[in-house]
């Protein structure tokens, strides 16, 4: 548990000391018992238990459903408000190269008039770059704990831009594989990351009414912070609308990989007919001869034998080069 107060007028940042067996809560519940006017708290909270965060909701009057969601996690990009309380979940995304995943997490971000708490499950911390980007521009403290939440969803709206960059990188690659000459099954490839996609979706989709609503002029906002909300909207729906066209291009491209694969399996059967075609030349001239009757033309003739292996070394040179024209073989 970290928590950080920040000063409004000026955006000086004083760090409270929240290493205590306890997990540090009461040490944040003092600070913030003493908050002035011109300052705001953002608390930041990894994976906390059911007891600590109830114990600091019911200083800071957070509903119990809120408590439970931010514990339980798994929640759906959500906005919603209890009370004087905005609750906004949003979900955390990055993209592993060495195996082609998108991995999600998720943060969730309680907005009141003189505090922030975020809580984060998952291993990627944006709450890290967040806080980098306010000590960077001090003048943002000045709108607020509202700058807390921009500064956490502009950080993750980055990382979906990244991570969409890194799939389309990866399905160039196979759209390389699939129209190439070799002959490879990449089927389990493409649906697996036609897959992560469809995760990546069910992160990006619902946020973006959600940043959209944020949006909105609001009476207890400054009316300062609406542009960069806007900017990280714009952004939101650049992504979303970067991830449907990967959905629908990875679509195409197994259809087209699987058309292929047909394509394969109709020569393999076109070979394997030719060929089964020319060797019946051969085996009905030697099935007949190997019948045994007694009489049967062309026992006795000298040249019988050869003239037989001549028949079937023509048949089958005849056949072979028909099939050869029309690219059976």
């Known amino acids: 548990m970290e928590c950080v107060i920040y000063q409004e007028r000026t955006g000086e940042r004083e760090q409270v000391d929240c290493r205590q067996e306890d997990g540090g809560c009461q040490a944040a519940l003092d600070r913030l018992g003493v908050l002035k006017q011109d300052e705001f708290a953002w608390i930041r909270m990894d994976e906390p238990g059911q007891e600590d965060l109830e114990r600091l909701g019911e200083y800071l009057n957070l509903h119990p459903l809120a408590i439970e969601d931010a514990v339980q996690a798994h929640q759906r990009p959500k906005l919603e408000r209890y009370g004087d309380v905005l609750a906004v979940a949003v979900k955390t995304l990055w993209f592993v190269e060495q195996t082609s995943d998108v991995e999600t997490g998720e943060v969730m971000i309680f907005l009141g008039s003189s505090f922030v708490l975020t809580v984060r499950h998952g291993a990627l911390d944006p709450m890290v770059e967040a806080a980098i980007r306010l000590e960077d521009a001090p003048h943002s403290a000045g709108l607020g704990p509202v700058s807390v939440l921009h500064a956490v969803a502009d950080v993750i709206v980055d990382g979906y831009e990244q991570a969409a960059a890194q799939v389309r990188e990866d399905l160039t690659d196979l759209e390389r594989c699939v129209f190439s000459p070799t002959r490879e099954d990449l089927t389990e490839q493409i649906y697996s990351l036609k897959r992560e996609v469809v995760e990546f979706r069910g992160a990006v989709q619902p946020l973006v009414p959600v940043m959209q609503h944020l949006t909105v002029s609001r009476d207890d906002w400054p009316p300062q912070v609406e542009p960069y909300f806007r900017d990280v909207s714009d952004h939101l ?93």
């Not at 060929?275 to 030349?281: C, E, H």
Request: overall charge positive; proline content about 3%; some cysteine.
């Open 237 to 329: 729906t650049r992504t979303d609308t970067e991830v449907r066209a990967l959905d629908d291009l990875l679509s195409s491209v197994l259809d087209a990989h699987l058309a292929k694969v047909g394509t394969w399996q109709n020569d393999d059967m076109r070979r394997i007919s030719a060929w089964a075609a020319i060797l019946a030349i051969p085996t009905l001239v030697a099935g007949i001869y190997g019948m045994n009757f007694a009489h049967m033309p062309e026992l006795d003739w000298r040249y019988g034998y050869p003239c037989a292996l001549a028949v079937m070394a023509l048949g089958a040179g005849l056949l072979y080069r028909s099939f050869r024209r029309k690219g059976w073989i």
